[in-house]
């Protein structure tokens, strides 16, 4: 039951956020990126995970879930903030397997 309430609450935001579709264009983008934060909206543990994130160093992943309800679960999770997040869907889990993530939340550092 709680899960349910959990998922419907995600479906709910008012903050309107899009995950951007994943492609090798999107490593171009990775300058100032301290951390990829893998999540999904079914996800409970991933929502510490990006309460948790620097939405100026960290870029969001949604993997193994559905767009739109990955967009969602994020919105919620970031309410006003959520419009200075950028995320991407990685709908073929290249990235996730890029990065050897099976289990979430995962958070992978890059850089030094």
């Not at 008012?14 to 264009?25: M, R, V």
């Not at 679960?73 to 050897?100: G, N, P, R, Y």
Request: one cysteine or more; a neutral charge; proline letters at 2%.
């Amino acid at each position: 039951m709680r899960f349910a309430l959990f998922i419907l609450l995600f479906s709910t935001s008012d903050f309107a956020l899009e995950c951007k579709p994943y492609s090798t264009e999107f490593n171009t983008q990775l300058k100032n990126v301290r951390n990829l934060v893998f999540f999904a909206s079914w996800c409970q543990s991933c929502v510490e995970s990006i309460k948790g994130a620097d939405l100026s160093k960290d870029v969001f992943i949604a993997v193994f879930d559905e767009k739109k309800k990955a967009e969602s679960a994020l919105s919620f999770v970031l309410k006003e903030k959520s419009q200075k997040a950028i995320c991407f869907f990685d709908k073929d889990s290249e990235l996730a397997k890029l990065h050897d993530v099976t289990n979430l939340p995962a958070a992978v550092k890059l850089g030094s």
